[in-house]
């Protein structure tokens, strides 16, 4: 059984603060792991994508990579409160993708 | 990047009844996937649908109840049937494309079904 694990939150911020989202995988194959942010009564978009171990920088997002200890995670600086959504961290096997639970992170001006 | 047109984006249906779902992406894509949100889950994987072969699915999920097409490269349904209220959810098509310079998986807006 393929899990990805993520804390279900609210995580609360400060307008301007860093928010860190984080998550884990169970299944040590993956080669592909995504961030997705959904408003509310929206489908999910694609905010990320990392394949290797390291970070990776899109504008006010950095994506962590950590294959040894199964573990992705999302920096989102400058917080907005229009960042306010559902982040969902999806785990690549094959063409297939397992989502967690999603974070509710809330930022608050 | 791939845009999928997704319908209807809503509906309300009675138990017992059948409710098809249409996916057009506009360009050809080799694998479609359909997902359910049930309300305040997550994604799960339902099916990929393949051009030219039968849908794959996934444990949980069975052809009876969730047929799918698969006529060409651009365009899937899914067909929701014999419909209890548990199946009340959003459904989502998606594709593997290039999304505002991301590869990954898009998704189509949705539809939110709702059954009385």
């Known amino acids: 059984q393929k899990e990805v694990e993520q804390n279900s939150g609210p995580l609360s911020v400060p307008e301007g603060a860093i928010a860190s989202l984080n998550c884990t995988y169970s299944d040590r194959v993956s080669q592909s792991f995504f961030w997705y942010r959904q408003y509310s009564g929206k489908s999910p978009e694609l905010i990320m994508s990392?394949?290797?171990?390291g970070d990776k920088e899109d504008g006010r997002f950095t994506a962590q990579l950590n294959k040894a200890s199964q573990y992705v995670s999302l920096l989102i600086r400058d917080s907005q409160p229009s960042d306010s959504a559902t982040y969902l961290c999806?785990?690549?096997?094959?063409?297939?993708?397992?989502f967690g639970a999603g974070t509710i992170l809330r930022v608050k001006s | 990047s791939a845009v999928i047109s997704q319908k209807p984006s809503r509906d309300i249906c009675q138990r017992g009844t059948s409710l098809t779902i249409q996916c057009q992406v506009d360009?050809?894509?080799?694998?479609m996937f359909w997902y359910r949100q049930q309300p305040g889950q997550s994604l799960t994987l339902i099916a990929t649908?393949?051009?030219?072969?039968?849908?794959?699915?996934e444990s949980g999920f069975v052809i009876d109840k969730f047929p799918i097409s698969r006529p060409n490269l651009t365009f899937s349904t899914l067909t929701v049937s014999n419909m209890s209220p548990e199946d009340s959810s959003i459904y989502l098509c998606s594709v593997e494309a290039l999304y505002d310079r991301l590869y990954g998986y898009t998704f189509g807006s949705g539809t939110r079904l709702t059954v009385v």
């Open positions: 649908a393949n051009q030219g072969s039968e849908a794959t699915y």
């Open positions: 990392i394949y290797s171990n």
């Open positions: 360009s050809q894509v080799t694998m």
């Open positions: 999806a785990v690549g096997y094959g063409n297939k993708l397992v």
